[in-house]
């Protein structure tokens, strides 16, 4: 599974074949079968279909997406929220966060080893404490359109986006987000306890925030773009 985990976030667009194919190529005799549940498991798909972390819930209600062609001008106009598997030595854990979509600013995130809705939840909550948006988008996962997370943002005055199914570029600035904190930190560490991954994640998303340059940014940092509102 890490194996997987590290070929897909450098190439998002192998599916089950070819990640069949790679392995084998690095000699770890796997059938098409056995990738297929463990990239199930890991809830990961090509790219052509929208990336899953989590199953939806057809009860559920799912909102239209609303940024299609919208200009982000300002900080707090979106945020995002995904979720994302985090290796472990053992096992796995699972990270959410809340990101800014105009400042790339991330402005709170929780783990957990369960995928129950609560540390969702909890990573909202630790956001609209400090700030709200015009707009909250997300994708379809069942923690995304659960009453309670759903619920949570209406009392808040937010109005909820949500991706189209099998759209990935949907909300394609925290799947970059992603990929640097997977790269940049988490395939430079082997996580023994929850404990450590939070502390190491601390510091990342401190220095992600305070002091990572970004070009896109004209080479400004998402803290000084977010509280300073100007690109």
């Known amino acids: 599974m890490r194996l997987i985990d590290e070929e897909y976030t450098r190439h998002p667009f192998y599916g089950r074949g070819q990640m069949t194919n790679w392995l084998n190529s690095q000699g770890h005799h796997v059938n098409p079968k056995r990738v297929r549940l463990l990239m199930q498991k890991m809830g990961i798909q090509a790219i052509y279909p929208k990336r899953k972390t989590s199953i939806t819930n057809k009860e559920h209600k799912i909102f239209p997406y609303l940024l299609r062609e919208m200009k982000i001008e300002y900080p707090n106009q979106v945020w995002a929220t995904d979720i994302t598997y985090i290796r472990m030595h053992p096992g796995w854990l699972y990270l959410v966060a809340i990101m800014d979509w105009y400042s790339r600013y991330v402005i709170s995130w929780e783990l957990s080893n369960t995928m129950d809705v609560g540390f969702c939840l909890a990573a909202m909550g630790a956001a609209l404490a400090k700030h709200k948006p015009d707009i909250l988008n997300s994708d379809q996962a069942s923690q995304f359109t659960s009453r309670d997370f759903t619920g949570m943002l209406e009392t808040a005055g937010v109005r909820?986006?949500?991706?189209?199914?099998?759209?990935?570029?949907?909300?394609?600035?925290?799947?970059?987000?992603?990929?640097?904190?997977?790269?940049?930190?988490?395939?430079?560490?082997?996580?023994?306890?929850?404990?450590?991954?939070?502390?190491?994640?601390?510091?990342?998303?401190?220095?992600?925030?305070?002091?990572?340059?970004?070009?896109?940014?004209?080479?400004?940092?998402?803290?000084?773009?977010?509280?300073?509102?100007?690109?």
């Open 160 to 231: 909820i986006s949500m991706d189209g199914r099998g759209r990935v570029y949907d909300n394609i600035f925290i799947e970059r987000l992603w990929r640097t904190v997977k790269y940049e930190e988490v395939y430079l560490h082997d996580y023994e306890s929850i404990r450590e991954a939070k502390e190491l994640l601390n510091e990342y998303f401190g220095f992600y925030n305070e002091e990572r340059f970004h070009s896109s940014l004209n080479k400004k940092t998402p803290a000084a773009v977010y509280f300073g509102g100007k690109i």
